[in-house]
């Protein structure tokens, strides 16, 4: 039976990509997403890239913390063998491969454009578990990994290129966020202004609150 590392890797997997379809298909942030991104292909590319940054910046935390025995966490083992994470991103992309196969995700029902962006999470998560040991690509020795400072460059160069990912496929979805965002400024500078026409609104309105039904009276 697996032992608790893969209980942690799964919940781990779960939490990203059940975070990541909330926001897109519940939030303002998702909407904004669809809005700015229609062309498919390029938002599904958007999305898997966000999942893949997340995911191995999160796998890095989660390595980082089981070798130097910080917490609980441990590694995957089934009946005494190190699994490594990389079989799991081979087992999510294969699964992602033959759903693409089905043709999940690819017509214009709701329910098909939902399949698209799940299986493009997936997408994200299952590279980031598979890169994350690319090591294991070019030798099968169970112990082959970089140094730690060869590590360190290689991890450095991946995040940079997924940031640069996330930026590239999502420019349009940023330049309105950044024109939501010098919006919401403006007006909030605008209000507090004296003489400005919302500030001048807000004290008429204080006004007539004030005044009491007696002095309307008389």
Do not use: C
Request: glycine share 10%.
């Amino acid at each position: 039976m697996p032992g608790i590392g893969a209980l942690y890797l799964l919940l781990f997997i779960g939490l990203v990509v059940a975070v990541l379809l909330v926001l897109l298909e519940l939030t303002r942030l998702g909407y904004l997403i669809r809005a700015t991104i229609p062309d498919r292909p390029r938002q599904r590319m958007f999305i898997a890239s966000v999942s893949f940054l997340i995911t191995f910046v999160g796998v890095r935390i989660l390595v980082h913390r089981i070798v130097n025995h910080l917490g609980h966490l441990q590694w995957v083992v089934v009946r005494g063998v190190h699994i490594h994470h990389l079989v799991w991103g081979i087992l999510i992309l294969l699964l992602v491969g033959y759903g693409w196969l089905l043709d999940l995700g690819w017509s214009n029902s709701p329910t098909s454009i939902f399949f698209g962006r799940l299986m493009a999470v997936f997408y994200g998560v299952g590279a980031a578990l598979t890169l994350d040991e690319f090591a294991l690509w070019l030798s099968m020795e169970p112990d082959a990994y970089w140094t730690h400072e060869g590590r360190l460059s290689i991890d450095a160069v991946v995040i940079f290129g997924a940031l640069l990912a996330v930026g590239a496929w999502g420019a349009p979805f940023f330049r309105a966020l950044q024109r939501m965002w010098g919006k919401h400024v403006i007006d909030r500078r605008a209000i507090g202004r004296p003489g400005s026409p919302i500030h001048r609104g807000r004290w008429l309105r204080r006004r007539k609150v004030r005044r009491s039904p007696s002095h309307i009276s008389r």
